[in-house]
């Protein structure tokens, strides 16, 4: 199958210069793609192999990469804050979900979470995705079509907090909006007993209400935590964590529904 | 397909009483089941929905929960040290494999990641596993087997750094052995190329000559970092971060190969 | 004055064999003291500079060494948790005190944080310590002798929410109660203005209870912040992190007393 | 002596506006001070006590407070990169030194940590530092002076790793140069036995090879950490930690020396 490993136009290719100059192009014949270290040509990408490497017009070097899960969370049209690899990874885990299940997503927002979920329960499952915002989930479906898991994706533009879901016994519900606690009960509804949901939110008040709403919905083993990143910089000249970055994202809470 | 979700002789379940008491069982119909907080009676579970609440003969409440995969890992029969799920869902995203993927894992060891992979890249994808000795592949072939993905796996009782691998255009590698720069160069010819391999290593020296042995292979874009975990318990008395806990795992590490 | 640095009957030693086995000695001349690794005898030390190596009854050896300030902080006897080296190092240069300083301490306790600002206001400064319980003064007034710092010291058993406190104008208070907001009020007609005072709570809610109470009372420039410490193992077989450790203590809350 | 807090010409006051608009200023009757905020008259403020309120011309209140140490430390004019408070607070009580002491300094740098060892050995004690650049002498000799410590401190211009120190008998040594393990050796000649040294750098290596230097010079009880600092944001829309901020300044090493 060497043949799926060529750059063909419709390719999404991270092009990656360094670590500050990392770009998601979808590969067109006539683009020219320009960064400040000069311009690619990308119909000389065409027909290569992934892992290619090539040179800006200024003789740089570049790379055509496959875009990580991570990548393509990071590089969606944003039209909200997202939530971070490092965070989400940790949820995905939390979680019972594989290929072939079906989640519910609250708050579709910019659609990395929503794109990486499609990607998970594919090539069977079902990601049905609610947001009240119908912008939100114009630029959401572009950015899940762009990533390849449209076909796994159902949008609803739909406020939950007051007409709830319209599936029954999905497998998990992934919650990310301002006020989880006015979507706990309806989310309920519709998840499979025995099974899990998660939320995350920056503030300590809002942790607080969510954990609430849960006890007060029959949800149990209700765990919070905070998972932190610090990248670590490996040079000739020494080992040393970076300096400055990402201090605080979002508290992580994650329960399992029991029967009433 | 609610049937789907009933708890029958052979299903694995979560059995939880409260945080230091959560047990990973398979259902047998006539097994009980001992706890410092009194016996269950596997037979009286049979037959009832996962969610199902419970009571030992000493009239303590217990659920019976969808074991998530971070479940799944931590209960393994362990003959390692095994991954931390906030370090394997971080690495998972970090890498480009979904449903029908193909992946190799270097170092088998108690098998939590194996299942893990197994789990995200069914029902048509494999992971190929390496490991040196042959006792560890009986154990993890048994916790991925009871945890239900054996069909994805293929099992090597073989040492990579002397006679590498098998396969080629694998994509993503897993690399979980004390010295990850005896692997990478034969790690490197079962890549695909463009793709990502990941390893973790507790203590900087690995880190630094995992880091120059991806350097001298072919691999670009070599991100280190470090996943921490912080517990923030939420108690009508009050809301604080956990007082104990883990303070260091590992250092993770992504590199991408590009062509020569 | 290398005299000073002779060991005598009545010097505090640190009594070093590892990192789990360091103890604060008071030198007595008939005292024999024992450890899992043997026995040593305090007479044999007498005479000798600190700084001394001996050998236990079993050959292993000790070493004689001057305690730090957080040796004497850690080794008192204890009625209650203790703040931390950690957080009051910080605290310390929070504010604005150093040798000749009046400082006002609400909340005895053990006597640790007592100690440690007496050696900083010494030789004319003073600490004005309060406390509800007098078994916990006389717990700390021991601590604080053995130390050394009992001349910069006053004791009072007093409620400072109900009673308030007796100085003016001194140059810093540091609070730790459980209730901090009770006393912040009393606090601020013992502070001179301009000055600093300093507060810790383990909980979210204190911490927000007591900047409400603090922004009521003329305090402005309030900072709240949280200080973490985490051992590094340099070791022959590589450095890493210790793996596991204290994750949280306290919050710690600064600010700065305005003229009404 | 209520006098004593009178803020006159030459007083050092730190004029606070908000968060990003606090400026240490020496008092002089005919200066203006101007911030984007808004102009001050510094003769508004003399003859009124410290914790005055005025406004800017612009109509926007500033404060009028004592400064902190660690005010003191961050406000120096600065030649180099400068030791933190949460670094410098927790090392100060890793040694045994108070009012009186004598303390070497190897690397003044721009002073920040030389005005803090004297604040805190002061009325008695010295602080001897040293330092290779004369240029940074002369503006740490400023920062110091300006602070109102330099009758605690003693310059020397020299390089310790060849020519060493003048003193004997110190009661601590604190090193703050790029290559600790140049100096071990004559800092030890310095340093009363029984006494702590500490180090601190940003790199893995340099602490490898420090902690190696300190092991071949008859140190002990050698402890490596890492002090982590991170704002809580404490508001009426919501508790969190602050999004970003400094991840790494320096490992700490403190270590124990005894007789040979």
Known sequence: MLEANII???????IFLDNRRQYLVQIKEDLVFSTDLGNIKLSEVIGNRFGYVGKTHLGKPF???????????????????IVYPKDLGYLLLETAIGPGSSVIEIGT???????????????????????????????????????????NVRF??????????????????????????????????????????VSWSP?????????EALKNNNFTRIKICEITERELLVRTQGVRPKERGITHTAYLIRASLINP
Chains 1, 2, 3, 4 share one sequence.
């Not at 406020?159 to 006020?179: R, Y």
Request: overall charge neutral; aromatic content about 10%; charged content about 30%.
């Open 203 to 211: 503030n300590v008040e809002q942790v607080k209400r969510t954990v």
């Open 109 to 151: 927002g910019s659609g990395a979470l929503t794109l990486v979920l499609a990607r998970f329960v594919a090539p069977d499952g079902v990601v049905y995705s609610y947001e009240r915002r119908q912008d939100f989930i114009e630029n959401a479906k572009e950015n899940v079509r762009r990533a390849g898991f449209i076909n």
């Open 156 to 197: 609803f533009c739909q406020d939950v907090a007051i007409d709830g879901v319209l599936q029954k016994d999905v497998d998990a519900v992934f919650v990310d909006v301002p006020e989880p606690w006015d979507v706990i009960e309806k989310a309920r509804f519709g998840l499979k007993s025995g099974r899990h949901i």
């Open 8 to 14: 063909e136009p419709g390719s999404l290719v991270l």
């Open 63 to 81: 790379y055509c990469l496959m875009p990580s899960t991570a990548d393509l969370m990071f590089k969606v049209k944003r039209k909200t804050t």
